[in-house]
């Protein structure tokens, strides 16, 4: 974008002469790019841009603003902006335009607008104490927009027509509609696209696991093209359409009953020569004409044109199993000849007029087959066979060193039995028959059954490496389409297997023989008794499939657990998002609402005690070590508070040289402040002492640590940051596929740092050097803001529910 950079680009538009028009609301910005997606040039708002709309067969674009009320239209062809023009009660949110009105999404309502800007009407909402954040327009009228995690649509009076949520949409952005009437909808923390039917039936997701927080996306006209702005908005993503759904899927349930096994390959004469009542022995084994062929049949088979490139093989390399039918389970005297996308599956010429003659995605085996050993799925079968036997292997040791162990502990308990005898003289002889009667009874019992155990795995081995020879086989011997049937052929093999792996990993049980005295000693009715005890499997068999997913860091070992003991009643107050929360040193527990402006007390047994209200809308706020005061920082304005604890009121504020403060954090000496930019550290009376530049954080979320060894945390997008107060290290900075969104940190007495994630509902546990000790996840907590730790450990504060509940947690 020739040296310009994008923060948050919130809209995103194409106009009929393919103009592509992008809003930056943090830069207050609108770039411009031409039909090739090359950069023309960019135009300054005075409002924050929010949302864009081309306007149907014109030059013009309408835009609104952020926190205005007003609203602008944009010249595309000349790149430039008209005057601001007021709508009243509108917050600048969601803006769409069709050929003859401009609609604006603001609180509980939808400003409907001429070409002018001049109000027609107003369309009220059923929803409450609502903000739409998108609009868009159908082409019969109705309208869609927006709010939160779900959206909705009305007809042009108001009338619901569908609402459609979904647990896999999460933060429901713009929104975009098809010459079909399909309409699209993108979910920002579900970092995904929503496809829908015009009466919102759900159809499919789009561009899973692809996103990053994406924020606005628009289609190209002959929607040959999607524009994303990814990234948290910092980026645009160009996609092709046909990316979004893949044209060739593989057969995910097709069983191929047939298996050619090697005594039809290795016929002991040639089969062409056969047929001209020769019988010179085979040498060769072509895998496409499945053919015996002896040294001279061979080698015209390897110039003719129809067979120079089969694929040959030595029969004495043929494995004993190998899968290479290309018949219909159903009708096996036919070849596979098509593949279906739209269900999955590989048919032959009868299957395909009587199950699949309507589907729109039938394409022919052979196009479908190419590239098909290069493809992901045949590398997923070769990797979930490696994955299989592992565990096959791992389950066998178990069982061997299981066996191992119950004999050493029968040797500790005859050991046991010996020590007993001495001490017993009556009635010992035949109280020991009986003791050892009963061990090797008992032994020999389970002993048995691990061997049956042991047998069923190499039962299992034995499939599996077969399936592993076949697939190997295919590999480097096979035809594009033999690999390509083998490996659907053979899902419904291996499923079946790795079924079989988990039921028995489900009911294998490490087995123990325990030695249990008996507690009547003086009546010598026994000694005692061998015991069975059973735990769990060294570890539980996941199925590869689910496994693809999981990207562990570390192995985690749970040091701390968390118990929901209850909510702070507040007594009436209702929260609307608390973003700061501190415990001072006598027990006080303190919260600032960034919504409702207010600071709110409770004594040492969590019980409500009072609040006051800020001049300014405060975000993080920290008690000062050894004092009874503590510092707040506001959001917006370049001012920090002090907070009087015991006469809980604000004592003074201080104005400092930030455009907004965020996080803060004390120490017994200074205050650190951690805006975008870099870290001002205070002294205790406001004062500032130095800067500490922030060159790692590109995007500050707002939340700074001091640790106890003087260095100072901050998190920044996806990260958290570590550097010295000097600022000559950086001691760290930790990223995790599992970390989505870092808030607050805290640290316990071993100066561990936790780190809260909003969106993943866990805290990451890292050492003092930046490393994953363990994730903690917490029940019956969802989008915490943020959290602290009593003064002695014992329990955790948690803003839950987007800061609308606090949460108190026990730890374990």
């Given at each position: 974008?020739?040296?310009?950079?994008?923060?948050?680009?919130?809209?995103?538009?194409?106009?009929?002469?393919?103009?592509?028009?992008?809003?930056?609301?943090?830069?207050?910005?609108?770039?411009?790019?031409?039909?090739?997606?090359?950069?023309?040039?960019?135009?300054?708002?005075?409002?924050?841009?929010?949302?864009?709309?081309?306007?149907?067969?014109?030059?013009?674009?309408?835009?609104?603003?952020?926190?205005?009320?007003?609203?602008?239209?944009?010249?595309?062809?000349?790149?430039?902006?008209?005057?601001?023009?007021?709508?009243?009660?509108?917050?600048?949110?969601?803006?769409?335009?069709?050929?003859?009105?401009?609609?604006?999404?603001?609180?509980?309502?939808?400003?409907?607008?001429?070409?002018?800007?001049?109000?027609?009407?107003?369309?009220?909402?059923?929803?409450?104490?609502?903000?739409?954040?998108?609009?868009?327009?159908?082409?019969?009228?109705?309208?869609?927009?927006?709010?939160?995690?779900?959206?909705?649509?009305?007809?042009?009076?108001?009338?619901?027509?569908?609402?459609?949520?979904?647990?896999?949409?999460?933060?429901?952005?713009?929104?975009?509609?098809?010459?079909?009437?399909?309409?699209?909808?993108?979910?920002?923390?579900?970092?995904?696209?929503?496809?829908?039917?015009?009466?919102?039936?759900?159809?499919?997701?789009?561009?899973?696991?692809?996103?990053?927080?994406?924020?606005?996306?628009?289609?190209?006209?002959?929607?040959?093209?999607?524009?994303?702005?990814?990234?948290?908005?910092?980026?645009?993503?160009?996609?092709?359409?046909?990316?979004?759904?893949?044209?060739?899927?593989?057969?995910?349930?097709?069983?191929?009953?047939?298996?050619?096994?090697?005594?039809?390959?290795?016929?002991?004469?040639?089969?062409?020569?056969?047929?001209?009542?020769?019988?010179?022995?085979?040498?060769?084994?072509?895998?496409?004409?499945?053919?015996?062929?002896?040294?001279?049949?061979?080698?015209?088979?390897?110039?003719?044109?129809?067979?120079?490139?089969?694929?040959?093989?030595?029969?004495?390399?043929?494995?004993?199993?190998?899968?290479?039918?290309?018949?219909?389970?159903?009708?096996?005297?036919?070849?596979?000849?098509?593949?279906?996308?739209?269900?999955?599956?590989?048919?032959?010429?009868?299957?395909?007029?009587?199950?699949?003659?309507?589907?729109?995605?039938?394409?022919?085996?052979?196009?479908?087959?190419?590239?098909?050993?290069?493809?992901?799925?045949?590398?997923?079968?070769?990797?979930?066979?490696?994955?299989?036997?592992?565990?096959?292997?791992?389950?066998?040791?178990?069982?061997?060193?299981?066996?191992?162990?119950?004999?050493?502990?029968?040797?500790?308990?005859?050991?046991?039995?010996?020590?007993?005898?001495?001490?017993?003289?009556?009635?010992?002889?035949a109280l020991e028959e009986s003791?050892?009667?009963?061990?090797?009874?008992?032994?020999?019992?389970?002993?048995?059954?691990?061997?049956?155990?042991?047998?069923?795995?190499?039962?299992?081995?034995?499939?599996?490496?077969?399936?592993?020879?076949?697939?190997?086989?295919?590999?480097?011997?096979?035809?594009?389409?033999?690999?390509?049937?083998?490996?659907?052929?053979?899902?419904?093999?291996?499923?079946?297997?790795?079924?079989?792996?988990?039921?028995?990993?489900?009911?294998?049980?490490?087995?123990?023989?325990?030695?249990?005295?008996?507690?009547?000693?003086?009546?010598?009715?026994?000694?005692?008794?061998?015991?069975?005890?059973?735990?769990?499997?060294?570890?539980?068999?996941?199925?590869?499939?689910?496994?693809?997913?999981?990207?562990?860091?570390?192995?985690?070992?749970?040091?701390?657990?968390?118990?929901?003991?209850?909510?702070?009643?507040?007594?009436?107050?209702?929260?609307?998002?608390?973003?700061?929360?501190?415990?001072?040193?006598?027990?006080?527990?303190?919260?600032?609402?960034?919504?409702?402006?207010?600071?709110?007390?409770?004594?040492?047994?969590?019980?409500?005690?009072?609040?006051?209200?800020?001049?300014?809308?405060?975000?993080?706020?920290?008690?000062?070590?050894?004092?009874?005061?503590?510092?707040?920082?506001?959001?917006?304005?370049?001012?920090?508070?002090?907070?009087?604890?015991?006469?809980?009121?604000?004592?003074?504020?201080?104005?400092?040289?930030?455009?907004?403060?965020?996080?803060i954090d004390a120490t017994k000496?200074?205050?650190f402040i951690g805006p975008r930019?870099?870290?001002?550290?205070?002294?205790?009376?406001?004062?500032?002492?130095?800067?500490?530049?922030?060159?790692?954080?590109?995007?500050?979320?707002?939340?700074?640590?001091?640790?106890?060894?003087?260095?100072?945390?901050?998190?920044?997008?996806?990260?958290?940051?570590?550097?010295?107060?000097?600022?000559?290290?950086?001691?760290?900075?930790?990223?995790?596929?599992?970390?989505?969104?870092?808030?607050?940190?805290?640290?316990?007495?071993?100066?561990?740092?936790?780190?809260?994630?909003?969106?993943?509902?866990?805290?990451?546990?890292?050492?003092?050097?930046?490393?994953?000790?363990?994730?903690?996840?917490?029940?019956?907590?969802?989008?915490?803001?943020?959290?602290?730790?009593?003064?002695?450990?014992?329990?955790?504060?948690?803003?839950?529910?987007?800061?609308?509940?606090?949460?108190?947690?026990?730890?374990?």
């Amino acid at each position: 974008m020739k040296g310009e950079k994008f923060e948050i680009i919130t809209g995103i538009t194409k106009s009929d002469n393919d103009t592509l028009i992008v809003c930056d609301v943090a830069k207050r910005t609108v770039y411009f790019y031409d039909e090739t997606d090359t950069y023309l040039s960019s135009i300054t708002s005075p409002d924050k841009p929010w949302d864009v709309a081309a306007i149907r067969g014109t030059t013009t674009a309408v835009m609104s603003s952020r926190f205005e009320p007003n609203i602008y239209f944009i010249n595309i062809e000349r790149r430039t902006k008209s005057s601001p023009i007021e709508v009243k009660q509108i917050g600048g949110y969601g803006v769409a335009a069709t050929k003859d009105n401009i609609f604006v999404g603001t609180k509980e309502m939808i400003k409907v607008l001429d070409l002018r800007g001049n109000l027609i009407r107003t369309i009220s909402l059923k929803e409450t104490e609502c903000t739409v954040s998108y609009v868009s327009v159908f082409s019969n009228g109705n309208i869609c927009y927006t709010i939160g995690d779900k959206i909705c649509c009305i007809t042009s009076d108001g009338d619901l027509v569908f609402s459609y949520a979904s647990p896999e949409l999460h933060d429901a952005r713009n929104i975009e509609i098809d010459d079909a009437g399909n309409i699209y909808v993108l979910g920002r923390y579900s970092q995904n696209l929503h496809q829908l039917t015009s009466t919102g039936t759900f159809v499919n997701i789009l561009l899973k696991k692809t996103l990053s927080e994406p924020l606005a996306f628009c289609f190209s006209k002959d929607f040959s093209k999607v524009y994303i702005a990814d990234k948290c908005g910092k980026s645009i993503s160009v996609f092709k359409t046909n990316k979004f759904t893949k044209v060739f899927k593989l057969p995910g349930r097709h069983f191929v009953k047939e298996i050619i096994s090697s005594r039809n390959m290795t016929s002991n004469y040639c089969e062409p020569c056969t047929a001209r009542g020769m019988t010179p022995t085979a040498s060769k084994w072509c895998t496409e004409c499945e053919e015996a062929l002896c040294f001279d049949c061979t080698e015209v088979h390897r110039v003719q044109k129809m067979s120079r490139n089969h694929h040959l093989v030595e029969i004495g390399k043929i494995p004993e199993k190998v899968n290479l039918s290309h018949n219909c389970s159903k009708h096996q005297h036919l070849p596979f000849d098509y593949f279906c996308v739209d269900h999955d599956v590989i048919c032959c010429k009868e299957c395909w007029p009587k199950n699949h003659q309507t589907c729109k995605n039938v394409t022919s085996i052979d196009i479908a087959s190419k590239n098909s050993k290069q493809s992901q799925s045949f590398l997923d079968s070769e990797e979930q066979l490696r994955f299989i036997l592992e565990a096959l292997k791992k389950l066998s040791k178990n069982c061997k060193d299981n066996g191992s162990r119950i004999n050493k502990e029968e040797t500790q308990i005859l050991k046991q039995i010996k020590t007993m005898k001495e001490n017993v003289i009556k009635q010992l002889e035949a109280l020991e028959e009986s003791l050892l009667k009963q061990l090797t009874e008992k032994k020999d019992k389970y002993v048995t059954s691990l061997k049956r155990q042991e047998k069923r795995i190499g039962d299992l081995v034995n499939s599996t490496k077969a399936q592993k020879e076949s697939l190997e086989f295919v590999r480097d011997h096979g035809s594009e389409k033999q690999a390509f049937v083998s490996i659907h052929s053979s899902k419904p093999v291996l499923d079946e297997i790795e079924n079989k792996v988990k039921q028995l990993t489900e009911s294998f049980a490490d087995t123990s023989l325990t030695f249990v005295e008996s507690g009547s000693k003086e009546k010598l009715a026994d000694l005692g008794s061998i015991e069975i005890k059973e735990t769990p499997c060294f570890s539980p068999f996941v199925p590869y499939k689910q496994q693809q997913s999981q990207v562990p860091v570390v192995p985690k070992r749970q040091i701390y657990s968390f118990t929901h003991i209850y909510d702070i009643d507040v007594k009436g107050e209702k929260l609307e998002g608390v973003t700061g929360i501190t415990v001072s040193d006598n027990n006080t527990l303190i919260f600032c609402d960034v919504n409702t402006s207010k600071v709110y007390f409770c004594d040492e047994n969590d019980s409500y005690q009072s609040s006051i209200i800020s001049p300014y809308q405060p975000w993080d706020i920290s008690a000062i070590p050894g004092t009874m005061t503590a510092v707040m920082s506001s959001r917006y304005e370049p001012f920090i508070q002090f907070v009087a604890i015991k006469r809980r009121r604000i004592s003074k504020e201080i104005a400092v040289e930030l455009s907004n403060c965020f996080g803060i954090d004390a120490t017994k000496d200074n205050i650190f402040i951690g805006p975008r930019e870099n870290i001002q550290v205070l002294d205790l009376s406001g004062n500032i002492q130095r800067t500490v530049k922030d060159k790692y954080g590109q995007d500050n979320s707002g939340y700074i640590l001091v640790c106890p060894n003087g260095n100072i945390c901050y998190s920044s997008g996806n990260a958290v940051h570590c550097i010295t107060l000097d600022e000559r290290h950086h001691v760290f900075s930790y990223k995790s596929s599992d970390l989505l969104y870092p808030r607050k940190m805290i640290t316990d007495d071993a100066e561990n740092i936790y780190v809260l994630d909003c969106r993943s509902q866990s805290i990451h546990k890292l050492s003092s050097t930046g490393t994953l000790v363990d994730t903690l996840s917490m029940d019956r907590c969802s989008n915490p803001y943020t959290f602290c730790f009593s003064k002695d450990l014992s329990k955790c504060y948690i803003a839950n529910r987007y800061g609308t509940t606090i949460s108190v947690f026990k730890t374990n």
